[in-house]
């Protein structure tokens, strides 16, 4: 069975910085694409940040600058720096971890880890 599991949310203030990590296991095929969701209160999930096993990233814009990603392929693990953090990126933060099962994709989620940061 594929396991996602995500560890280092938390309560921060504003301008303060969280690392969030991910490990995934499980799958006899490779994990394509690593990234983070983030759902707030009221409001759809949305792409916050996701990597590929050869290192090409995208961002969410409202995060470029501030958050990074990365991966470790031999540990198929995805961390999320966030610095500067913003009241506004709070919300509970998702792990997606993608693959390509040899006929279509597979999405496989987290559990979630609430990140809070007040003003």
């Known amino acids: 069975q594929v396991q996602v599991v995500e560890s280092g949310g938390g309560l921060v203030q504003a301008g303060g910085s969280l690392r969030l990590s991910c490990a995934a296991s499980?799958?006899?095929?490779?994990?394509?694409?690593m990234g983070w969701y983030r759902q707030a209160p009221g409001k759809q999930r949305e792409l916050v940040a996701a990597?590929?096993?050869?290192?090409?990233?995208n961002y969410a814009n409202s995060v470029k600058g501030r958050f990074t990603i990365s991966r470790d392929n031999a540990k198929n693990t995805v961390y999320l720096q966030m610095n500067s953090l913003k009241p506004e990126d709070t919300a509970v933060y998702y792990c997606?971890?993608?693959?390509?099962?040899?006929?279509?994709?597979?999405?496989?989620w987290g559990q979630g880890t609430q990140v809070t940061v007040s003003s």
């Open positions: 499980g799958s006899r095929f490779s994990f394509n694409v």
């Open positions: 997606n971890a993608r693959v390509w099962n040899g006929l279509g994709l597979d999405d496989y």
């Open positions: 990597i590929t096993r050869i290192g090409s990233t």
